[in-house]
């Protein structure tokens, strides 16, 4: 099973400032990486597949990059309804399909 | 619209059972593989089980296996998930979502059923 670790854990930052999150692969897992954002008590939502393509209606303020094992979220200019929790997921090799623990975005 | 709606969670004893459905609509139902993702209480997302799009390939995770089973009903656009010999680390809101396509990312999810297991 590929392990999916997330860092930081929580990530406090400023509305307006940049936002950069993480996401390790316990092995290669190519460029096969989605992240989602879930705000509470809401479903998640698909933000990036294929590591770096933004889903449909996604803002340009988010990109994906990274591939192998390491990759990352980064949101441009932090807006207010960006605050929420973000997680990565493999589907390079499943079963299982595997998420990050999530990282809390946080305003500071 | 894409749209995919849950029903079915509750609260259910140790040891009983529970069945969930999800309504898809909006797409074409019978081309996309389906999942069961679930959220326990303050935690993380965890995979429970996969079908493909004609219910050739059925897959779950380690934790569910021998007491959860995923079907579907092409013909009324539906996804289940039959959960057997509930535990109390069960209890969890869960998510139907679509895979985009096969082997892939999921884009679409339903806002969740949540389903709590205790006496």
């Known amino acids: 099973e590929i392990v999916m670790t997330q860092s930081p854990a929580t990530l406090s930052v400023s509305p307006g400032e940049r936002a950069t999150l993480s996401c390790r692969a316990s092995?290669?897992?190519?460029?096969?990486l989605a992240w989602y954002q879930q705000k509470p008590g809401q479903a998640p939502r698909l933000l990036i597949y294929?590591?770096?393509t933004r889903a449909t209606g996604i803002p340009a303020r988010f990109s994906g990059s990274g591939s192998g094992t390491e990759f990352t979220l980064t949101i441009s200019s932090l807006q207010s309804e960006d605050f929420a929790v973000y997680y990565c997921q493999q589907y390079n090799n499943w079963p299982p399909f595997t998420f990050g623990q999530g990282t809390k975005l946080e305003i500071k | 619209e894409v749209q995919l709606v849950e029903s079915g969670g509750g609260l259910v004893k140790p040891g009983g059972s529970l069945r969930l459905s999800c309504a898809a609509s909006g797409f074409t139902f019978s081309s996309y593989s389906m999942n069961w993702v679930r959220q326990a209480p303050g935690k993380g997302l965890e995979w429970v089980s996969s079908?493909?799009?004609?219910?050739?390939?059925?897959y779950s995770a380690e934790s569910v296996k021998g007491r959860f089973t995923i079907s579907r009903d092409n013909a009324k656009n539906s996804l289940y998930l039959q959960m057997n010999a509930l535990r109390a680390e069960d209890t969890a809101v869960y998510y139907c979502?679509?895979?985009?396509?096969?082997?892939?990312?999921?884009?679409?999810w339903g806002q969740g059923t949540l389903v709590t297991v205790s006496s």
């Open positions: 079908i493909s799009s004609s219910s050739t390939y059925i």
């Open positions: 294929g590591a770096s």
């Open positions: 979502a679509r895979e985009y396509s096969s082997s892939s990312w999921f884009d679409c």
């Open positions: 092995q290669s897992i190519n460029g096969n």
